[in-house]
């Protein structure tokens, strides 16, 4: 550009923003702070939200599995460390934010952390609903009945498959635990046998798998939950009678303070 086009523009530009001046001196003082007020709100308005959603994404434990596998008495014990039997039911998502019971009592009240559980009930229908979750979990804990395991196998590993090769949840890298609950009844089965049968089917369902373009492991191998980009782990839980240490572990890995 040469010279002459330059001090033009710059010509220009001292015009527009005498007019400029010239038009903000012509609107009353009052309705100028008062357009001031409105856009410094919204500004505030903006970033408060932005950053209460980012809290809550960054805290949001998600509990997830077939229905039937306890994921309702999973939540009222970390909620309230009882399991409410009775009171249960399967029909809506349970959701809420508080302190795990476990860590309730405790005196450093700075270390304590508030986690934003959601305990997402049945499976496909609700594949919509997951996908909001999934998108916004900091962790997420698959419950599998370890009893009644081998009759719901098949559809406990496509809703885990769903799950693991969900977009968010490998592109956030989405740490998931495998949690086999109801040990506490003498025929379930072991959390190896369970993990073991799960990367069985999974094989399978991973080289029936050509359309999703995230697949699982690694082709021409079985699969295994170490090959995963997130980090899986597996754990046993009793939501009946409490014993739910490993789950908290979990969670607090997950949740930020
Ligand atoms: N024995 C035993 N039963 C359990 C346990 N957790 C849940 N149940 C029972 O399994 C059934 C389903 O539990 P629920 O929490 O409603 O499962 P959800 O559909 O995954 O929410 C209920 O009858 C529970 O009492 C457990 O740890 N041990
Ligand atoms: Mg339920």
């Given at each position: ?57 960054a805290?949001t ?27 249960v ?10 302190l ?74 989405t ?83």
């Amino acid at each position: 550009m040469d010279k002459e086009k330059l001090d033009e523009l710059k010509i220009q530009l001292q015009q527009l923003l005498n007019e400029a001046q010239e038009f903000v001196q012509q609107i009353p003082p009052a309705q100028l702070c008062t357009a001031v007020g409105v856009v410094l709100f919204t500004v505030f308005l903006f970033t408060v939200m932005y950053y209460l959603l980012k809290h809550r994404s960054a805290n949001t434990i998600l509990l997830t599995g077939l229905s039937g596998s306890g994921k309702t008495v999973l939540f009222y014990q970390l909620r309230d460390g009882s399991c409410h039997q009775g009171s249960v039911t399967s029909t809506k998502p349970n959701e809420g934010r508080f302190l795990l019971h476990s860590e309730a009592n405790k005196l450093q009240k700075g270390k304590m952390k508030h986690v934003h559980v959601v305990d997402v009930p049945g499976h496909s229908r609700l594949l919509a609903k997951l996908d909001e979750f999934l998108s916004r979990a900091a962790g997420i804990v698959f419950v599998v009945d370890s009893v009644e395991f081998l009759p719901h196998l098949r559809i406990a590993s496509e809703y885990l498959y769903d799950i693991l090769t969900n977009a968010s949840v490998v592109k956030r890298k989405t740490p998931l635990l495998l949690l086999c609950n109801k040990i506490d009844r003498v025929t379930a089965h072991s959390m190896d046998f369970i993990r073991r049968q799960l990367e069985k089917e999974m094989t399978v369902l991973s080289s029936a798998d050509t359309s999703d373009e995230h697949t699982l492991g690694v082709v021409g191998e079985a699969f295994a939950f170490s090959q995963c980009h997130n980090k899986v782990t597996t754990a046993e839980a009793s939501g009946l009678t409490g014993d739910i240490y490993h789950l908290e572990q979990f969670i607090s890995e997950c949740v930020k303070p």
